[in-house]
């Protein structure tokens, strides 16, 4: 974005803004696109959180399983099967309208450890009406930023 409104002489309309911050956050699908997961949550409180999630690798689709103190640990820990190394360093989130149908922000910051051993830190975005699956989108935003 400041990229643009230095181009633009600081003038910059909200669709061109959110139409960079979509470009940059949201759009990319490679190297892994998040297609679906089902979350298992522990009855207890502290208890291990289990997911099963079905990502596309460079547009290869297969079938993660994870567990973590959540679901987005459950998810990281997923991705380690696949050997993307993710840590999530910090996490935010905020409902971007009221409603029953109202989507979250998911907003993690998360390190990423490329394949050729390069360590990124990068933050990723993520919406949707299910917060479980803003926070997921978050942490594949990041790994595709960092790629």
């Known amino acids: 974005v400041q990229r643009i409104t230095d ?3 600081g003038e910059v309309s909200p669709k061109e803004m959110w139409d960079v911050f979509h470009e940059e956050y949201l759009a990319p699908i490679t190297p892994l696109e998040r297609m679906k997961q089902k979350v298992t949550a522990s009855e207890e409180d502290g208890g291990t959180d289990s997911i099963t999630a079905t990502v596309k690798v460079n547009g290869k689709e297969q079938e993660i399983s994870g567990s973590g103190n959540g679901p987005l640990a459950a998810f990281v820990d997923a991705l380690a099967t696949i050997d993307f190394d993710v840590r999530v360093l910090d996490y935010s989130e905020h409902a971007m309208s009221a409603g029953d149908d109202a989507q979250a922000a998911a907003y993690v910051e998360c390190a990423v450890t490329a ?12 919406i949707a009406t299910s ?7 978050a942490v ?3 790994v595709n930023r960092a790629h």
């Open 115 to 126: 394949p050729d051993g390069r360590n990124t830190v990068v933050w990723g975005v993520g």
């Open 140 to 142: 594949v935003s990041a």
């Open 131 to 137: 917060i479980t699956t803003a926070s997921l989108r």
């Open 7 to 9: 181009g633009e002489g």
